[in-house]
């Protein structure tokens, strides 16, 4: 008897080893570090200048913020951002905060334009999790039912004040067609 019985279970951590999807994952976060890295480049090279009256930069690299994850379309990925350290005193200080990853950005805009889409398709508030875990990976999390019912309401509320908005200061152009369609028929007996 050269066949089995046993059969293989999935893995219960709910992770599957997909080396494309880890891959994509792990250029996501090298392409949001260069771009990081770049931006503040450009940041730190315009303050080359400013110099302290020791003769020390004013502003130098302190460090990383800590490690956060982004909820993008190809799952959660870490992100780390440098702190930069404004050294001259005064209460006008320089800070760093790419425009690439906002101060507390948890999830990318493609994920927050999923969420109206599943709603609209007919997902439940309860069902939301489980749809984004299977879309997103097992890591999307922060997106429970008390966090959707929230959205759900800022919807609605946006969704009533676009309908009150006011439309008399514009114009518009309405182009009304109406036709019929006729198959032309080929034989003879059939003619019109």
Excluded: N
């Amino acid at each position: 008897m050269s066949e089995t019985t046993i059969s293989t279970l999935p893995d219960p951590s709910g992770l599957s080893p997909d080396p494309l999807t880890d891959l994509i994952r792990d250029g996501a976060r090298k392409l949001i570090e260069q771009a990081v890295e770049a931006e503040l480049a450009a940041l730190l090279a315009a303050f080359a200048e400013d110099k302290l009256e020791d003769g020390r930069a004013r502003l130098v690299r302190h460090g990383h913020l800590p490690e956060r994850e982004i909820l993008t379309g190809v799952g959660p990925v870490a992100v780390k951002v440098p702190r930069v350290r404004d050294l001259k005193p005064g209460e006008d200080k320089i800070t760093f905060t790419p425009s690439l990853l906002p101060r507390y950005l948890r999830k990318a805009k493609s994920v927050g334009e999923l969420l109206p889409w599943l709603s609209l398709k007919g997902v439940s508030t309860g069902d939301f999790s489980e749809a984004l875990s299977a879309l997103l990976g097992p890591g999307a999390k922060g997106l429970s039912a008390k966090t959707i019912t929230r959205l759900k309401a800022d919807w609605w509320s946006e969704h009533e004040a676009w309908e009150k908005r006011d439309l008399g200061t514009r114009r518009f152009l309405c182009i009304w067609a109406d036709g019929v369609y006729f198959k032309p028929s080929m034989s003879e007996d059939k003619r019109i």
